[in-house]
């Protein structure tokens, strides 16, 4: 990067590092950074949505779509995360494929699967084979989030159903007294209510998604984990220009502060949000709040 | 539903018209397994199969684009078709060969070795690391000895570092460098044991006319010369050629 940078083994400890660390892969790893937070920004709120819904469906009154809810958290809730990420990352591209396949390919003649092979019309293919590889990457990122929401949706549903449950009877009883319908009841009494229940359950699946993000890298996504892993290894001077021993350590113990210091803040965030959330309510905490106030 | 489905197929229709003549050739590699391939100072695939590759696609005319992907899950992200060729010191081998189609090998049937710390192994018995999947992890699981596998190359030199095991059993190319490197910590220990058929591309079983293309540029390079040249830029002097 720098201009002093083009013979290496000349250098001090400080312009040696000052060029290692600004060499092309490790700017690929600091990319790798934003990738995650992204992906933790994007994810949030669509599992979120996920979640409500799942939790709206499971409490439904309409057998069928409560059968759709509970199976839905049962079910996503049930299977190991790892064992998730592998196989339904691949079976969504596969059937992304297989419809365009049917839709853009009418007069192809040859099966599908042939053996092990998935194959599909060039045309079909998602993304297709001569996209840049960027639309390659956005295309897996997509898919990560999808699962990723999936699967945190599952959990938060179950968070917020049993919060929706928490909120106490008397409210609704005393909305429906007012005249309220069903859904007025839900949507002014139950829901602005219900989040000081949910959240620290929320708060818990936030803290767990953070730190789940290192299974991107089965998706394909390079992630921080990977990058550490990598550039971390030995690197045997025929290779490169910054050779040096089994460094792993040291992008670990980066990482471990880096993830330490994102859930410090998301803790500190998430009591202010408590803070607000608990106030007027018929709490312990809402209760402390409103003696402290007077 | 029906809406989006027609809007993906009428955009994909409008790009596959636009590109429809140039098909990338999609190249996976696992950039972790110097000198055959591994990423550079500059972030990109670099190695002996990075230059094999770029001329194959040169010679067969072809427009090429490498793809990173982990060695566990290499094959199957052929087999669904999210890269078109495995170019990755891949060994040929019997079971590979029932899922997925080689071409001729590129580099001559190798030496694996034995690398520990410390004279006088006795390898047959000893704790060997090795990579999983890999021919090595193979033999070694029947050699009698005990088997421990780790994902990546890396791991399995890392764990003859750090006494978890007392060798490690991988390609000679890949561990010649590092012991080079060691200043002694690292040696080889016991016999080298020829393994694989040699190092062939991989390709989906479907794949026949791109097999054939790879197959007659292989062919070609190994004809004039130039794929020797490259074997003994990477490997050395002593290196077998064809």
């Known amino acids: 990067m720098f201009s002093y940078c083009t013979d290496p083994d000349t250098l001090g400890t400080f312009g040696w590092f000052s060029c290692y660390l600004t060499t092309g892969v490790h700017m ?41 809810g509970k199976t839905y958290i049962a079910l996503v809730r049930g299977v190991p995360d790892i064992a998730f990420f592998l196989f339904f990352v691949i079976a969504l591209d596969q059937a992304f494929e297989y419809m365009r396949h049917k839709v853009l390919c009418p007069d192809w ?28 990457e956005t295309y897996g990122f997509s898919l990560a989030v999808i699962t990723f929401a999936i699967v945190f ?18 409210q609704l009883e005393t909305a429906e007294a007012y005249g309220m319908s069903h859904r007025q009841t839900f949507w002014r009494v139950m829901v602005p209510q219900m989040w000081v229940y949910a959240l620290p359950g929320l708060s818990n699946l936030w803290m767990v998604l953070i730190k789940a993000t290192p299974l991107l890298f089965l998706l394909g996504i390079e992630d921080i984990v990977y990058w550490a892993r990598e550039l971390g290894g030995t690197k045997t001077p025929k290779f490169t220009a910054y050779p040096h021993g089994d460094w792993r350590m040291w992008y670990f113990l980066f990482l471990l502060v880096f993830y330490l210091a994102f859930t410090r803040v998301s803790e500190v965030a998430l009591e202010r949000l408590m803070v607000k959330l608990t106030h ?5 905490g809402g209760e402390a709040q409103r003696k402290a106030a007077t | 539903m029906k809406k989006l489905i027609l809007g993906t197929a009428a955009l994909a229709l409008t790009a596959s018209l636009a590109f429809a003549q140039d098909k990338t050739v999609r190249m996976g590699t696992e950039g972790a397994y110097p000198p055959y391939n591994f990423i550079n100072d500059a972030g990109e695939v670099d190695g002996f ?115 978890e095991a007392d060798a490690v059993f991988a390609d000679r190319d890949y561990l010649a460098p590092l012991v080079e490197e060691s200043a002694g910590a ?25 097999r054939d293309k790879f197959d007659a540029a292989i ?24």
């Open chain 1, 28 to 68: 690929s790893f600091y990319i790798a950074f934003f990738k995650v937070l992204l992906l933790l920004a994007v994810t949030a709120p669509v599992a979120l949505g996920f979640g409500f819904i799942g939790a709206m469906a499971a409490r439904g009154r309409i057998a069928p779509v409560r059968w759709l």
């Open chain 1, 109 to 136: 003649d040859q099966p599908i699967r042939q053996g092990s092979d998935f194959i599909v019309c060039q045309s079909a293919k998602l993304p297709l084979g001569n996209a840049p590889q960027w639309i390659h």
């Open chain 1, 153 to 170: 949706g599952a959990f938060a549903a179950n968070v917020l159903f049993g919060a929706m449950r928490a909120v106490p009877h008397a």
């Open chain 1, 280 to 284: 007027g309510q018929a709490t312990s």
């Open chain 2, 49 to 163: 199969e990075r230059e094999v590759g770029d001329e194959l696609c040169k010679r067969a005319e072809l427009t090429c684009e490498w793809v990173k992907n982990d060695w566990d899950s290499i094959i199957p992200n052929l087999v669904s078709g999210n890269y078109d060729t495995i170019i990755a010191g891949m060994s040929i081998t019997d079971e590979r060969d029932e899922v997925i189609d080689f071409t001729q090998d590129y580099f001559p049937p190798t030496a694996s070795a034995y690398v520990g710390s410390a004279e006088g192994l006795d390898v047959a018995t000893a704790v060997v690391a090795a990579q999983t999947a890999t021919i090595q992890a193979g033999y070694i699981a029947e050699s009698g000895a005990t088997l421990v596998e780790f994902a990546t190359p890396e791991e399995t030199v890392a764990a003859v570092r750090n006494g």
């Open chain 2, 186 to 210: 690292l040696m080889f220990v016991g016999p080298d044991v020829p393994l694989g058929g040699g190092v062939g591309m991989g390709l989906r079983e479907s794949d026949g006319e791109l």
């Open chain 2, 219 to 242: 062919t070609s390079m190994k004809g004039d010369g130039s794929l020797n040249a490259l074997l003994v830029k990477w490997f050395g002097e002593g290196t077998p050629t064809y």
